[in-house]
């Protein structure tokens, strides 16, 4: 049975706030959100930060690209401008910082560990081991349900966080589910399935909930395909129209298998 949130909002507020920022957290928090999914990459110096991109220029101003720069010089950098103006000034953050933000206000976090290019495996260790002792009494009584889930594209990455932190559960990202999904799944001992709605159908769905993996989609904008995913067994997803599909979406048709 999946223990977790079942809407999250995407990177924080979606499309109401720049992506994997404090103010975005705040922002998914204004329209009643209380569970995350958000991207970690590390710094120069080994330190995770949240931010999507492996460059700079597109949410943060700055030229050339995460690995160039320490932890504390992103940190100063501007990551709202590209949004707006109300958010010049709005600093790229620290994972340790964000987590702890989340945790403290109650926010249920899916953290997709988001390795630049050859740094699979220090990122799915440093993020697993972080994770792993902030968590450390949640673990230790078995309160599953609030203990971030690890997901990411890189098999290496979960790898590696398998091996910092057993414990920890973790869910294996496909864009499209390929010919031998469930090995691959398996073998990284992940618990959950996330994967683009677009190319999710029926009987996939069926194929996933059949083998015992949570299914997780990626990202649902529209509230009739938010529906239509429910009915067909999708555990969660997440969103970016936190204004239109809310964290009770989908509870009052008492959609909820197994």
């Given amino acids: 049975m999946w223990p977790y949130p079942r809407i999250l909002s995407h990177r924080g507020g979606g499309t109401l706030a720049p992506e994997n920022t404090f103010a975005g957290l705040r922002r998914g928090m204004d329209y009643g959100f209380r569970a995350v999914e958000f991207d970690v990459m590390l710094a120069r110096d080994g330190v995770p930060v949240v931010i999507h991109d492996p460059y700079l220029g597109r949410t943060v101003t700055g030229a050339g690209h995460v690995f160039d720069y320490d932890a504390l010089e992103l940190a100063r950098m501007d990551a709202g401008s590209w949004f707006g103006a109300d958010y010049r000034g709005e ?64 098999l290496a990455a979960l790898e590696a966080a398998q091996r910092a932190a057993p414990d920890l559960p973790r869910a294996c990202l496909m864009s499209e589910l390929p010919p031998g999904w469930e090995p691959l799944a398996r073998s990284v001992g992940a618990v959950a399935i996330h994967t683009n709605h677009k190319h999710l159908t029926p009987e996939l769905a069926q194929a996933v909930i059949d083998a015992g993996f949570g299914l997780f989609c990626y990202t649902v904008n529209e509230p009739v395909r938010a529906a239509e995913l429910l009915e067909w067994g999708v555990d969660a997803f997440c969103t970016d129209r936190v204004d239109l599909i809310g964290p009770e979406f989908g509870q009052q048709r008492g959609q909820q298998r197994r």
């Fill in 91 to 154: 600093p790229v953050p620290l994972f340790v910082e964000f987590a702890q933000y989340c945790k403290a206000h109650g926010i249920w976090m899916n953290i997709e560990i988001k390795p630049a290019r050859g740094f699979d495996a220090e990122t799915g260790e440093a993020v697993a081991r972080i994770t792993r002792a902030m968590f450390a009494g949640e673990l230790a009584a078995g309160d599953l349900a609030r203990v971030p889930l690890l997901s990411s594209f890189s």
